[in-house]
Nanobody, 114 residues
């Protein structure tokens, strides 16, 4: 079992920055990949950025060059630095960890005003 707790969401103006953090606990050594997904109202949940055990990173095309994912293995945390935020980044952001199944955090709201 893996438990995930997100923090750091909020309201920001377009062009601003936010940093999300996810703290993982439990069977963290079994995590194969960890990262962030988001879900906007009326839309499907989509990948934002993930990092796997080997350190390989995936980004959604829409956030490439603006968002940076980082992982502190010693602290079992994964952060998402979001710069140059746009109104279309408004969504609930979920931390996700994959072992042999998916685990999800409770989500944190990010709202970007124009």
């Amino acid at each position: 079992q893996v438990q995930l707790v997100e923090s750091g969401g909020g309201l920001v103006q377009a062009g601003g920055s936010l940093r999300l953090s996810c703290a993982a606990s439990g069977s963290t050594t079994s995590i194969i990949e960890i990262g962030w997904y988001r879900q906007a109202p009326g839309k499907q949940r989509e990948l934002v950025a993930t990092i796997n055990k080997a350190g390989s990173i995936r980004y959604a095309d829409s956030v490439l060059g603006r968002f940076t994912i980082s992982r502190a293995n010693a602290k079992n945390t994964v952060d998402l630095q979001m710069n140059n935020l746009k109104p279309e980044d408004t969504a609930v952001y979920y931390c996700n960890a994959y072992t042999v199944r998916f685990y999800w955090g409770q989500g944190t709201q990010v709202t970007v005003s124009s």
